[in-house]
């Protein structure tokens, strides 16, 4: 038996973030159980090993779940005075997203390491049972051993990425206490569509507004880059629409504007344009003025039109028909590649903790993190979340 005053479970963002903070504030026997052979794995791939580790414009508004983050956000303040507290400086790039100064994932987990220094690191340790016996927690590890502790922060993370040491397994522990969960789903991950379509844009990279659609129901817009690969469509703003996305594929498609910034009218006029400059040119010769030529190709064809056809032959209707396919071209969604997810969401319902993430009916147990049903979009809120919700629960249970 290992007795100490806080255990952590899971040295990920949220885990180290609260062992940084209770030390700070005078729990002086803290131990961190982390599975993988080294905390903090995850982190050195955030932000294409970069950190994204905050947004100067976070706010509730940007979370979403059944959990209310209003009092952990308050609390925490700005992630820049939290790392600074850690001797990490950080600088904020034109849209507003926060990384460390050095442009290096590594410093953050350095930074959360030093002001780990003196919490005891069980690596390779992967818990699989807690439960409260005699005023104490225990949790009993894969390997057998029993840590025993005053008070403990549940910070194993999500259901994504298990080469991160999160494959969901940890929130079996949570249900064996009877604490409702929502069930997790990947999200900030790929949505996977029709190979055909598909194939021949694979690679392709174009700027686009896209809305997810569900039957006729618009669900939410986002604009930025997409890309193409041979199953499916990726980039930041389709990482931010399958958060929308519930699996069940024939009823969502994604609408895609190639050309945001005009309306149909606007784009007959161009198509017009490039006909009277191009006229003795091939259709997709014509169209390559104004598209990327697979684009254009692909486009062609969902309009019934022969790539090779002079440009001079289209009729009035056809350049109509191609205008709409440029401002509203459907990719059916056929699922998520689930193994690219950044997050999950789901996790233990709000319902069951109260404003400093303890769970009501087990005093001096706070759950952190990706295992609390509350996420966000792509842009540093994810780890926004993590080490506020590691600092409120840190501080909490210091205090108690
Ligand atoms: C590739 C990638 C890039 C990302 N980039 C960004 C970004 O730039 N900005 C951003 O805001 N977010 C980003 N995210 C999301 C962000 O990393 C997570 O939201 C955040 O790390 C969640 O923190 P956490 O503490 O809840 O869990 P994690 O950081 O996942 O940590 C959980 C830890 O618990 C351990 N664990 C699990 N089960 C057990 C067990 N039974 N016993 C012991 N230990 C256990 C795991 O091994 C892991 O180390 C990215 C995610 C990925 C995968």
Aim: hydrophobic content about 40%.
């Amino acid at each position: 038996m290992f007795p100490v005053q806080l255990l952590i479970i899971g040295g990920g963002a949220s885990g180290l973030a609260a062992a940084a903070t209770a030390f700070s504030m005078g729990i002086k026997q803290i131990a961190i159980l982390e599975r993988l052979p080294r905390v903090g794995k995850k982190i050195l791939a955030t932000g294409n090993g970069r950190c994204n580790l905050s947004h100067d414009s976070v706010s509730v508004q940007n979370y979403q779940g059944s959990y209310d983050p209003t009092e952990i956000l308050m609390q925490f303040g700005s992630a820049e005075n939290f790392f600074s507290a850690l001797g990490l400086y950080c600088r904020t790039d034109q849209e507003g997203r926060i990384y460390p100064y050095s442009l290096s994932a590594s410093a953050v987990l350095d930074a959360l390491r030093l002001a780990c220094e003196n919490v005891q690191l069980f690596c390779n340790t992967s818990v699989k049972d807690l439960f409260f016996h005699s005023g104490k927690w225990h949790a009993l590890t894969e390997s057998g051993q029993e840590f025993s502790a005053d008070s403990v922060i549940f910070s194993a993370g999500g259901i994504v990425q298990p080469k991160f040491g999160t494959d969901g397994s940890a929130w079996k522990i949570l249900e064996r206490l009877q604490i409702p969960i929502v069930q997790g789903k990947p999200i900030l991950c790929p949505l996977l569509s029709e190979k055909k379509l598909l194939q021949p844009l694979k690679g392709l990279r174009v700027k686009a507004s896209v809305t997810l659609c569900r039957q006729k129901n618009y669900l939410s817009t986002e604009i930025g880059e997409i890309q193409f690969t041979e199953k499916a469509i990726s980039g930041i703003c389709i990482f931010n629409l399958s958060s929308c996305f519930i699996h069940q594929p024939t009823e969502y498609f994604l609408s895609v504007n190639f050309f945001p910034e005009l309306d149909v009218p606007e784009i007959i006029s161009r198509l017009y344009a490039c006909q009277a400059v191009r006229c003795s040119s091939s259709c997709v010769d014509m169209l390559s003025g104004l598209l990327l030529k697979p684009l254009a190709g692909v486009i062609l064809k969902q309009a019934n039109i022969s790539v090779s056809m002079p440009c001079s032959e289209l009729s009035a209707l056809q350049i109509r028909k191609i205008a709409l396919l440029c401002h509203e071209f459907h990719f059916p969604i056929l699922g998520t590649v689930k193994e690219q997810a950044q997050a999950t969401a789901g996790g233990v319902h709000g319902s069951a903790l109260d404003q400093h993430l303890q769970v009501k009916q087990f005093p001096r147990l706070c759950i952190t993190g990706e295992a609390v049903d509350i996420h966000a979009p792509c842009g540093g809120y994810q780890l926004h979340w993590a080490w506020a919700s590691g600092y409120s629960a840190g501080k909490f249970l210091s205090e108690r």
